[in-house]
DNA sequence: CACTTTTTTGCGTGACCCGCAAGTTTTTCG
DNA sequence: CGAAAAACTTGCGGGTCACGCAAAAAAGTG
């Protein structure tokens, strides 16, 4: 018996995982060739090996199996932001931990842009791309709360949910407008600390957007 | 001839808006009586007094139709942001905006709010709820836009997205810990709007937001 | 009153979700 | 080790659902 590797997870529970994973990355890969209603769950039970029933014992749709690579970057986002020093500005560790997790991606390759894109139109309809970062923005959520002690719950939520439409409206950003993603998450969670003070400033006749006049003033 | 009203809308379009209005209104009804799962569409084209096919002329899934209350919510918001005063202050308008949508909300019904806790479980799965929040969310963004002068599409799509979270929060704060609505949902716009101090400078209302330090980065 | 445009409706098809009851694999335990 | 127990897979079947298509009905137009 070569001392290789400890399984703490029982030999079940690896199966499980492996092939949850590997039925979300047949189904992610599938749709983006095709486009999502050319795929049904028995193409993507094939292209695993397994019973088209069986599909459904681990996803409840497929549109869920696309979007659980979202769901999974929860992981990521967690032990990232538990693991930034103590003493650090709260935005400052989210807004790293945060960044962190999608300094992963690659260039913007011109054909997967495409496809995302064309992706979303779906996914977005069907809600479930949206549901996913929901499941994300809970985790996160409950990150927050044990990084501030668990003092205002309600806050924690506020924050976790509000990262999340920065991550969001920075994606949307990245695959429509083909601008990078991390400067503009960064930009965008910066703002999000200060009360988004460009715009908020911008309400008078603002002729030039210097981003130094509005940053100290006493908003609402 | 009764001069009672100058329907500058055709007969046509009445009867589509009466249409849509009931469906979405025996949707709502009858999925709050007897759960999600309890009431397939035929039931709902029954009680209106038309063809199951036809609304799918309407709507695409009866999650969709449930949730259409959510999306009819914008009409008021934008309008209610576009009539505030020109000289005030943005988070002051959108807030105002906002809470007057759900200010009509009836006092916390314990039957009616129950319904809509078990509800949501079955909305929030399905994403439509959320698919809704969406919808919204652009057109705020977009109103926001014209607000500010359309000067930065970005940040106003953050700002539209950061509000229907805090929208979101307070809405689910409020059915499942039973608190007031709108006091709630009037802190958190206040915490959006000054960059959550209460949580990140629980120590001091954050004097310094010197965004100086990683900004030239070259990620990605 | 014809004629056009839009909406409704019935029908048929393909897919999907899931409960149920075997069959199969992994785990536990004597 | 070997058998019972627990967990997972699979095939089957039923109930829904979304939607294309084309005919019928209704609303607008001159």
Same mark, same amino acid.
């Given at each position: ?47 695993? #090996? &397994? ?8 996803? +409840? @749709?497929? %549109?869920? !199996? /696309?979007?659980?690579?979202? =769901? ?77 002690? #668990? &003092? ?8 976790? +949910? @509000?990262? %999340?439409? !920065? /991550?969001?409206?920075?994606? =949307? ?48």
């Amino acid at each position: 018996m070569p001392p290789d590797e400890p399984p703490k997870l029982t030999l079940r529970e690896r199966k499980k995982r492996e092939a949850r994973r590997a039925l979300a990355q047949a189904a992610l890969r599938l749709t983006l060739e095709r486009g999502l209603e050319n795929v049904r769950v028995e193409d993507i039970a094939t292209e695993v #090996g &397994v019973s088209p029933r069986t599909f459904n014992n681990y996803f +409840s @749709s497929k %549109e869920q !199996a /696309v979007c659980s690579v979202v =769901v999974d970057r929860h992981e990521g986002m967690r032990e990232a932001l538990l693991a930034r020093p103590e003493g650090e500005p709260l935005w400052e560790s989210v807004k790293q931990a945060v960044l962190e997790q999608y300094s992963r991606e690659g260039e913007p390759d011109r054909a997967y842009v495409a496809r995302i894109r064309e992706l979303m139109g779906r996914l977005m309809l069907r809600g479930e791309f949206l549901n996913a970062h929901a499941a994300v923005e809970r985790v996160l959520a409950e990150t927050i709360a044990k990084r501030v002690g #668990g &003092v205002d719950h309600l806050l924690c939520r506020l924050m976790a +949910s @509000s990262v %999340e439409s !920065a /991550v969001r409206v920075a994606f =949307v950003n990245w695959f429509t407008e083909g601008e990078p993603l991390l400067p503009t998450l960064e930009r965008l969670l910066d703002e999000l600390a200060t009360g988004m003070p460009t715009l908020t400033g911008g309400t008078a006749p603002k002729p030039e957007p210097n981003a130094t006049t509005a940053l100290g003033e006493p908003l609402c």
